[in-house]
């Protein structure tokens, strides 16, 4: 089984910065796709970013350009780096993991951790 422990949501004004970390206990070597989904009230959980092992990145159009997603595989960690928030990425941010692919992965994660809240004020 894998672990995943996600950190780092909090409340921002529109235009800052935050950080999340995602910790991966566990079988982590049959790890190869990790990365981040998130949802809001109301809405279904949707993609945000993932990467494989490889360094292979995959963005949600919404956050292209906003958003850095970086891995560390020696330490078992994803990192995504979030800057010019805006209102609309309040959310829960849910850290995800898969086994295989990226294109398996930004259809359903085979593991999640428990998520962390992201407000952006306005």
């Known amino acids: 089984q894998v672990q995943l422990v996600g950190s780092g949501g909090g409340l921002v004004q529109a235009g800052g910065s935050l950080r999340l970390t995602c910790a991966a206990s566990?079988?982590?070597?049959?790890?190869?796709?990790m990365g981040w989904y998130r949802q809001a009230p109301g809405k279904q959980r949707e993609l945000v970013a993932g990467i494989t092992s490889s360094g292979v990145t995959n963005y949600a159009d919404a956050v292209k350009g906003r958003f850095t997603i970086s891995r560390d595989n020696a330490k078992n960690t994803v990192n995504l780096q979030m800057n010019s928030l805006k209102p609309e990425d309040t959310a829960v941010y849910y850290c995800a993991a898969d086994r295989f692919s990226l294109a398996r992965f930004v259809t359903y994660p085979g593991y999640w951790g428990q998520g962390t809240q992201v407000t952006v004020s306005s």
């Open positions: 566990g079988i982590v070597f049959s790890i190869n796709t």
